[in-house]
């Protein structure tokens, strides 16, 4: 019977654990600026922090943060340390993590099986 228990408390753990739903959480910026933007992103992933370096044509939209979660909401998972850099032909503006979190709050989410997207419009995020 112990032998049983054993497996009751080692096994089921792990396989609930397995079984557990993975997201894909991106944040896209589309650009509404009119111009075309230079963007420089750091710190933008949990599985993938490799700085990038984007061109954004008008109306166009990119990734600028990606998280994969077990649920959890993706504005606790931006890290203290997130910069976008968005630099236009005549100005550039820095997004921290801050501002980055209040625009994904502020924005509406779609969901599409296990992937979740916000694509912010907001203005405010021109240079």
């Given amino acids: 019977m112990?032998?049983?228990?054993?497996?009751?408390?080692?096994?089921?753990p792990v396989t609930t654990y397995a079984a557990q739903q993975v997201y894909s959480n991106n944040v896209f910026l589309l650009n509404t600026c009119g111009v075309p933007l230079e963007l420089s992103v750091v710190h933008d992933s949990n599985y993938d922090d490799k700085a990038r370096r984007l061109v954004l044509s008008p109306n166009q939209r990119r990734t600028i943060a990606n998280y994969r979660s077990f649920g959890e909401d993706v504005a606790g998972q931006i890290s203290d340390l997130y910069s976008l850099s968005i630099k236009s032909p005549t100005a550039t503006k820095t997004i921290d993590a801050q501002t980055l979190q209040k625009a994904v709050a502020s924005t509406e989410r779609t969901e599409e099986k296990a992937v979740r997207s916000w694509v912010i419009t907001d203005g405010s995020f021109c240079p």
């Fill in 2 to 12: 112990s032998g049983w228990a054993v497996f009751f408390t080692f096994f089921i």
